[in-house]
């Protein structure tokens, strides 16, 4: 298994500002996963976020509204950019140790006034 | 895109066997069959996964037709912890991410 910490858990932010969202793996993983998660909706991939290269976003994502960082093998962080009442979701991060078996984080539930 | 169906909820009584069906009738040679759960206000959990027998781990049995169009995951003994969404996912080999589809609401009842 692997340990994924998440910070902060939860959130409420105001409109047009930005939150970052800090994900920690207790192990070095290759990749990492960042899932958006509406309300009452499954998730939805983001993108995914390789140590070394840009991230790789999702048809209907962007970088300039989900900037993302991964400055090593064992953190990356999402950025919510210029946030919306519609940004409010649950941000889950997630790692692949095996192929196919995902870990997640409890996720980050922002609410945007 | 998911490619798989599953009913939207299902109720099972507390201590039965719970039987969720998925069907995935457009499944690929190399695609295996995941199952994950998500319980209330938790990030997903993984369950099980196989290819073409039938697996069995300490959560659950899954079960695959021969055909491999359809599967079921069983929890023998159904709590209400085990009250969840619980999803469905085809994925291939390799370190690629999953794609969720809406998944089955079960609901364990005392």
């Known amino acids: 298994s692997a340990v994924i910490s998440q910070k902060p858990s939860r959130d409420i932010c105001q409109r047009g500002t930005s939150l970052t969202i800090q994900c920690q793996v207790d192990?070095?993983?290759?990749?990492m996963f960042w899932y958006r998660q509406q309300p009452g909706q499954s998730l939805t991939l983001i993108a995914t976020a390789n140590q070394g290269s840009e991230a790789t976003y999702e048809s209907g994502f962007v970088i300039d509204k989900f900037p993302i960082s991964r400055p090593n093998l064992t953190f990356s962080t999402l950025t919510v950019s210029n946030m919306s009442p519609e940004d409010s979701s649950i941000y889950l991060c997630s790692v692949c140790r095996h192929a196919g078996e995902l870990f997640f984080g409890e996720g980050s539930r922002l609410t945007v006034l | 895109d998911a490619k798989t169906t599953q009913p939207p909820s299902m109720d099972c009584a507390e201590g039965r066997a719970a039987n969720l069906p998925c069907n995935h009738s457009?499944?690929?040679?190399?695609?295996?069959v995941y199952w994950y759960r998500q319980i209330h206000s938790q990030g997903p959990q993984y369950i099980i996964h196989?290819?073409?027998n039938n697996e069995t781990n300490e959560m659950a049995s899954l079960i695959i037709t021969e055909d491999r169009k359809s599967s079921t995951l069983i929890l023998p003994h159904a709590t209400l912890r085990d009250t969840a969404v619980y999803y469905c996912?085809?994925?291939?080999?390799?370190?690629?991410?999953?794609?969720f589809g809406k998944g089955t609401r079960l609901s364990v009842i005392a």
């Open positions: 996912i085809l994925h291939p080999p390799g370190n690629t991410p999953l794609v």
């Open positions: 457009t499944i690929s040679g190399n695609e295996y």
């Open positions: 196989g290819l073409k």
């Open positions: 192990s070095q993983v290759t990749m």
